[in-house]
């Protein structure tokens, strides 16, 4: 599965996500075209091999984040969420929020990077790739 938290842009970018084969799950983000935007929903729960993901393009404030998303998905494990391009790994418990970075515009970051996600009975197992 390919999981996109947002920033695609135009309705090709997806298309082409799609035409590579895994199913995409995805929401929209902030700089995408109004066609993309009504097609993707802002946020999206899904299961996994019961685990619980919720996803969301922007997470808000980092401060306060980890409690705040544990509160807005109270039925998720894991929240993925992306919009400001910095890889983020955070945990509480049995529950944590992930943020990739960007594999295609690094901004702020050290790296582009993207996230591989592992999920087996009901364990998200999570990393980050950084990328040349």
């Known amino acids: 599965m390919i999981i996109h938290l947002g920033d695609f ?59 705040r998303l544990r509160r807005d998905f109270p039925d998720a494990d894991t929240v993925l969420f992306g919009h400001s391009h910095m890889p ?4 509480d418990d049995d529950f944590q929020i992930f943020n990739p970075g960007s594999p295609t ?12 996600a592992e999920v087996a009975g009901g364990r998200v197992d999570l990393s980050l790739l950084s990328l040349a």
Do not use: W
């Not at 983000?29 to 996803?55: F, Q, S, T, Y």
């Not at 983020?88 to 945990?91: F, I, K, N």
């Not at 515009?105 to 591989?116: K, L």
């Open 9 to 67: 842009s135009t309705v090709q970018t997806l298309a082409a996500l799609e035409e590579i084969g895994p199913p995409v799950a995805a929401v929209c983000g902030n700089v995408d075209e109004p066609a993309l935007r009504r097609r993707l929903p802002e946020r999206a729960e899904l299961e996994v091999d019961g685990a619980r993901l919720a996803l969301i393009h922007d997470a808000g404030p980092r401060r306060g984040r980890l409690g």
């Open 88 to 91: 983020l790994h955070e945990r």
């Open 105 to 116: 515009e690094r901004r702020r970051a050290p790296a582009r990077s993207m996230g591989i």
